[in-house]
């Protein structure tokens, strides 16, 4: 994979990574053996396939942004924040659901991500986000716990993590 010209960045879908992100998302779905067929939309009409994903719209039940993670021409991956939590998302799914393409996978760029998705998170005026993965999803465990995740128990095979958005993170020194 190449490597980036400058640090990647949180923004909505744009048409600039159309090829980056068709090939990513691909590679994702044929090494999971998940179906692809949601991306045949994207490749007839991507300007459409992205003007649908911008802005806040309603999924889950709730309002959602969609934020996609770029440097340049590349996709990297995508990060989802849902602005509250029915008693489903309470459960399996939480505030925030975020996934690295398979290209660009165990770079730093997932735990990179989710602080940029926090601070959109508190931006939005949320205190405090709920974020879960499988109990066995050790990558994600740790890219949460990085952030600031505690763990809040075990429901239906899904470890819960909440995360304190009350401050502003300390600046890192140079």
Request: proline fraction near 6%.
């Amino acid at each position: 994979m190449d490597v980036l010209a400058w640090p990647p960045r949180l923004a909505p879908p744009t048409t600039a990574v159309r090829e980056s992100f068709l090939a990513g998302e691909r590679a994702d779905q044929l090494a999971s053996g998940a179906p692809a067929d949601w991306l045949d939309e994207a490749h007839r009409d991507f300007e459409a396939f992205v003007s649908r994903r911008r802005g806040v719209q309603e999924r889950w039940g709730v309002p959602c942004t969609t934020f996609w993670y770029v440097s340049g021409e590349h996709y990297i991956g995508t990060l989802i924040v849902r602005h509250r939590l029915t008693p489903e998302l309470a459960e399996l799914g939480g505030h925030i659901g975020y996934h690295v393409v398979l290209p660009w996978r165990r770079r730093g760029h997932a735990t990179r991500m989710l602080a940029a998705g926090l601070t959109e998170s508190r931006r939005l005026g949320l205190d405090r986000v709920l974020l879960t993965c499988a109990a066995d999803n050790e990558p994600s465990r740790r890219v949460i716990l990085a952030n600031g995740g505690v763990h809040g128990g075990r429901v239906r095979g899904e470890d819960r993590f909440w995360i304190e958005l009350t401050a502003e993170p300390a600046a890192h020194p140079a």
